[in-house]
């Protein structure tokens, strides 16, 4: 197999595994808010997730912002 057609495949591989997650949350997201959780919940746990992860520095202050503009909002 050449590069182009690895690469064709590896970009496939990465379009299934965004609609998987989407479906995911696309189901999760109502277990959540009957349970009592809101979105603001789930940016939280997702700052504290990333947090520990030390990489994503700079996604944790993105999430962190999301999650103070919402709760601005309400």
Not at 31 to 47: H, I, M, N
Request: charge should be negative; include cysteine.
């Amino acid at each position: 197999m050449d590069l182009e057609s690895l690469a064709g495949i590896r970009h496939g591989l990465e379009d299934c595994r965004r609609e998987g997650l989407t479906k995911f949350v696309n189901e999760f997201m109502p277990v959540l808010f009957s349970q009592g959780y809101t979105f603001e919940d789930l940016l939280s746990a997702l700052a504290n997730w990333a947090n520990e992860q030390p990489r994503l520095e700079e996604v944790v202050r993105h999430l962190e912002k999301a999650t103070n503009e919402i709760h601005s909002t309400n």
